[in-house]
């Protein structure tokens, strides 16, 4: 059974940084590319980063430079470093398999998330 569990959200001041964890199980996490994606109110779920097997990444536009993503195979854990935290970063951030082709999330099923709130 596929799980993924995301931890480290919080309430941060624009400028800040936070680091969330995804630990994930029911799949052989060193063959699988894993990404971040969020979401806000009203708005379809993006993908923000994306880490290959073989540790290649990539970003959105919005969060080049800001973001890092790396993951821990011995773990089964993927993070999301976030430093230069702005507003806009706002959102519940959830972690999934990537379809390396498609960029779509490979599983239907979804954490719980963590809320990530950039406030002063």
């Known amino acids: 059974q596929v799980q993924f569990v995301e931890s480290g959200g919080g309430l941060v001041q624009p400028g800040g940084s936070l680091r969330l964890s995804c630990v994930a199980s029911g799949i052989i996490f060193r063959f699988v590319d894993m990404g971040w994606y969020r979401q806000v109110p009203g708005k379809e779920r993006e993908l923000v980063a994306s880490?290959?097997?073989?540790?290649?990444?990539n970003y959105t536009d919005s969060v080049k430079g800001r973001f890092t993503i790396s993951r821990d195979n011995a773990k089964n854990t993927v993070y999301l470093q976030m430093n230069s935290l702005k507003p806009e970063d706002t959102a519940v951030y959830y972690c999934?398999?990537?379809?390396?082709?498609?960029?779509?999330?490979?599983?239907?099923?979804w954490g719980q998330g963590t809320q990530v709130t950039v406030s002063s």
């Open positions: 880490i290959t097997s073989g540790r290649s990444t």
């Open positions: 999934n398999a990537v379809h390396r082709v498609t960029m779509r999330p490979l599983y239907d099923y």
